[in-house]
Nanobody, 121 residues
């Protein structure tokens, strides 16, 4: 069982930055790929970014590529999503997930409760 806790969300103006963190409880953290997904009101949950178990490979949604950077620290059981040049359309609840390296939500077995990101124009 893996418990995931997101933090770092908040309110920021367009063009600003936030760094989301996701702390995992499992000692086997380094064996999991980690992903971030987001869900805006009235919309489906969508893929944001993913990182493989070692951190050697990442992938991003086209909407965030070049603005968001995903990294992980296996010694701290934590992944970080650095979000720069934020736009109002980035407003959503952001979820961290652990599982298989994929852009598909059902590939992930464990999910956090989410953290709200609000970008004002």
């Amino acid at each position: 069982q893996v418990q995931l806790v997101e933090s770092g969300g908040g309110l920021v103006q367009a063009g600003g930055s936030l760094r989301l963190s996701c702390a995992a409880s499992a000692r086997t953290f380094s064996s999991y790929a980690m992903g971030w997904f987001r869900q805006a009101p009235g919309k489906e949950r969508e893929f944001v970014a993913a990182i493989n178990w070692s951190g050697s490979s990442t992938m991003y949604a086209s909407s965030v590529n070049g603005r968001f950077t995903l990294s992980r620290d296996n010694a701290k059981n934590t992944v970080y999503l650095q979000m720069n040049s934020l736009k109002p359309e980035d407003t959503a609840v952001y979820y961290c997930a652990a599982g298989s390296y994929s852009i598909i939500a059902r590939s992930y077995d464990y999910w956090g409760l989410g953290t709200q990101v609000t970008v004002s124009s």
